[in-house]
């Protein structure tokens, strides 16, 4: 009895031990370690830097999802939504119940409104004749964007700027109240395009100068101020770091106050022979240079909520070296081109038109022929400056007319006008 008791003890205590196993077996085997099934749907490109990314999707088996630190809820059937602010790329992740994660990098795209702007100085905005005037092309509905100046070319910043650099350098001046023109300007439904003269910065160059920091400035090979007929010491040196910084800082600023948009204008070495010119600090070359700062600025200056410009010389899509202006190159790193192809500004015989300056139809619709060519593929734009100013012939409204038709012809959309006294001729602008 003993004998059998100890085998039934033996056999009852096997039988515990495998269905303990049994157990333990089933309970791994239940733990889940599949991910939710997770798809989204490409969203809607924004209509500014500003407007948020809105990501739809279905998550299959999850409970969040969560871009950031932002996190939302599925619905029964796994569908969400969720609105982040604007950035090139986000990640969206999903997680079930038990921890499990699946993710998908979504690539955000901008869909830019088109422009039609005039450009208005700080003082033109602080006189109240130029500046109603130029609200009243905004009130007829003839244009739909103001381009208003931050930093001119004498390196002045037309408003009271919080940049240390603008202040201490003396360029911060109260010419105008940038947030009060912002809150007008928005409040007529108008976007503002801030123009900021990168290197052609006297004001700056000037108080570098002085002040222990040759470096800053664009030399001569005998090492002193390099001087043209924009002035004595007129050019920063666009390789130096806190010159860059300092312009990167100027548009940031303006993005924050509610600028649309900034346009470096002079983003280029100064025109002559490069023998002439030293850059302290240069590694590459001017082309490369100019170039490497649109790279540099440019994601900055979209985090604070603002597009960027760059306005480069006619001749820059063929003669890409003449001043450091490389277009498929500055392209990649703007979401504007805006070539300054003023019909007076051509030589006889330029894309085959005899007389550019008497033929503005022509030479506009040829030459931007080769802007959309240089810019294809980067996904820039090109919003081209237009000439509404007499040059050795007379402009009014038919010339400027025949620029706009020739834009619109090119397949180009957008335009910025030039006119250094903001004076335009609202006959040549058709209403919207």
Do not use: C
């Given at each position: 009895?003993?004998?059998?008791?100890?085998?039934?003890?033996?056999?009852?205590?096997?039988?515990?031990?495998?269905?303990?196993?049994?157990?333990?077996?089933?309970?791994?085997?239940?733990?889940?370690?599949?991910?939710?099934?997770?798809?989204?749907?490409?969203?809607?490109?924004?209509?500014?830097?500003?407007?948020?990314?809105?990501?739809?999707?279905?998550?299959?088996?999850?409970?969040?999802?969560?871009?950031?630190?932002?996190?939302?809820?599925?619905?029964p059937d796994g569908a969400f939504e969720i609105s982040v602010p604007w950035a090139p790329a986000v990640e969206v992740v999903a997680v079930?119940?038990?921890?499990?994660?699946?993710?998908?990098?979504?690539?955000?795209?901008?869909?830019?409104?088109?422009?039609?702007?005039?450009?208005?100085?700080?003082?033109?905005?602080?006189h109240e004749g130029l500046r109603e005037a130029v609200l009243d092309l905004a009130r007829e509905g003839r244009i739909d964007t103001v381009q208003l100046d931050i930093k001119d070319e004498d390196g002045v910043v037309g408003?009271?700027?919080?940049?240390?650099?603008?202040?201490?350098?003396?360029?911060?001046?109260?010419?105008?109240?940038?947030?009060?023109?912002?809150?007008q300007l928005h409040d007529m439904g108008l976007q503002v395009v801030?123009?900021?003269?990168?290197?052609?910065?006297?004001?700056?160059?000037?108080?570098?100068?002085?002040?222990?920091?040759?470096?800053?400035?664009?030399?001569?090979?005998?090492?002193?101020?390099?001087?043209?007929?924009?002035?004595?010491?007129?050019?920063?040196?666009f390789a130096n770091p806190q010159v860059r910084q300092y312009n990167i800082d100027l548009a940031v600023e303006a993005a924050q106050l509610g600028f649309d948009g900034v346009m470096f204008d002079y983003v280029r070495r100064p025109d002559g022979s490069l023998t002439s010119m030293n850059f302290a600090g240069?590694?590459?070359t001017p082309t490369e240079a100019v170039a490497a700062f649109l790279a540099q600025s440019r994601y900055p200056i979209h985090q604070a909520g603002a597009h960027v410009s760059a306005a480069v010389y006619g001749i820059a899509s063929t003669r890409p070296d003449e001043i450091a202006q490389n277009i498929p190159l500055m392209s990649r790193s703007v979401d504007f081109v805006a070539p300054m192809i003023y019909p007076s500004h051509w030589g006889p015989g330029e894309y085959g038109v005899s007389n550019p300056?008497?033929?503005?139809?022509?030479?506009?619709?040829?030459?931007?022929?080769?802007?959309?060519?240089?810019?294809?593929?980067?996904?820039?734009?090109?919003?081209p400056w237009l000439q509404d100013f007499s040059l050795g012939v007379t402009y009014g409204d038919a010339e400027l007319r025949a620029q706009i038709d020739a834009t619109r012809d090119a397949g180009i959309d957008s335009f910025f006008l030039w006119n250094a006294a903001t004076r335009y001729h609202g006959g040549g602008l058709q209403p919207a």
């Open positions: 009895m003993v004998i059998a008791a100890g085998a039934v003890l033996a056999v009852v205590t096997a039988a515990l031990l495998a269905g303990f196993a049994l157990g333990r077996s089933a309970e791994v085997a239940a733990v889940d370690t599949v991910p939710p099934t997770l798809r989204v749907t490409p969203p809607e490109p924004a209509r500014s830097y500003r407007a948020p990314i809105v990501v739809r999707g279905n998550a299959v088996d999850a409970v969040a999802v969560s871009i950031g630190q932002t996190a939302v809820s599925t619905g079930d119940a038990a921890g499990n994660q699946s993710s998908i990098v979504v690539v955000a795209g901008v869909d830019l409104p088109r422009m039609r702007a005039v450009h208005v100085t700080a003082h033109a905005w602080s408003y009271d700027s919080q940049v240390p650099l603008a202040r201490e350098s003396g360029a911060a001046t109260a010419i105008y109240d940038a947030r009060a023109a912002l809150g801030g123009r900021i003269v990168a290197f052609r910065d006297p004001t700056l160059a000037d108080w570098a100068w002085h002040n222990g920091r040759p470096d800053w400035v664009v030399q001569n090979p005998s090492g002193q101020p390099y001087s043209s007929h924009y002035g004595p010491i007129a050019f920063t040196n240069l590694a590459d300056n008497a033929q503005p139809y022509d030479i506009i619709f040829r030459s931007l022929q080769d802007f959309r060519t240089a810019t294809a593929g980067t996904g820039a734009k090109v919003a």
